[in-house]
T-cell receptor, first 116, second 109 residues
């Protein structure tokens, strides 16, 4: 089946630093990837839609200069949290959409970010 | 705002019993998907039901979809302790998924 990986699975960083999270589709090409954020005991909130070779589309209220998304290839999208603050601590999950498969999404295992 | 609302928010049952979770949504959809999430982990895709389907089965899972009522239900039969997790419905609109608030299921051995 379609597998999506995320790296790292956990990261702790200091306030003011930047953190990059990678999302890879391992055995398929994904023209579209999505980035979600999940706070404890809450649902997933879509942050942005990442399309290969073009700029990401951000949801309302998500700062594009703070959450930089790059979708450099059909198998890799990265999310960089710039100048991280403790309130950015969250669980970040990506998903990849299998091209031509009726919009089915495959989710990565998530990345736990803790900003101290 | 979230597209889906799930009911109940929390459900606690004994092993062997059936668990039913409901999801309501607001706009038209292409399909609806159910996911499971164990605590602190990623999402596991359970089942997808398309807007022109009414019922779908997968092992111990049964999903129904009523587009006239904009609602879906997930039934887990003969529950096991390993089914303990949060369950989310997600509606798809032109490729974008919107998640419900989720139901936390606890299955007691």
């Amino acid at each position: 089946g379609a597998v999506v990986s995320q790296h790292p699975s956990r990261v702790i960083c200091k306030s003011g630093t930047s953190v990059k999270i990678e999302c890879r589709s391992l055995d398929f090409q994904a023209t579209t990837m999505f980035w979600y954020r999940q706070f404890p005991k809450q649902s997933l909130m879509l942050m942005a839609t990442s399309n290969e070779g073009s700029k990401a589309t951000y949801e309302q209220g998500v700062e594009k200069d703070k959450f930089l998304i790059n979708h450099a290839s059909l198998t890799l999208s990265t999310l960089t949290v710039t100048s991280a603050h403790p309130e950015d601590s969250s669980f970040y999950i990506c998903s990849a959409q299998l091209a031509g498969a009726g919009y089915e999404q495959y989710f990565g295992p998530g990345t736990r970010l803790t900003v101290t | 705002s979230q597209q889906g609302e799930e009911d109940p928010q929390a459900l606690s049952i004994q092993e062997g019993e059936n668990a039913t979770m409901n999801c309501s949504y607001k706009t038209s959809i292409n399909n609806l998907q159910w996911y499971r999430q164990n605590s602190g982990r990623g999402l596991v895709h359970l089942i997808l039901i398309r807007s022109n389907e009414r019922e779908k089965h997968s092992g111990r899972l049964r999903v129904t979809l009523d587009t006239s009522k904009k609602s879906s239900s997930l039934l887990i039969t003969a529950s096991r302790a390993a089914d303990t997790a949060s369950y989310f419905c997600a509606t798809d609109d032109a490729g974008k998924s919107t998640f419900g608030d989720g139901t936390t299921l606890t299955v007691k051995p």
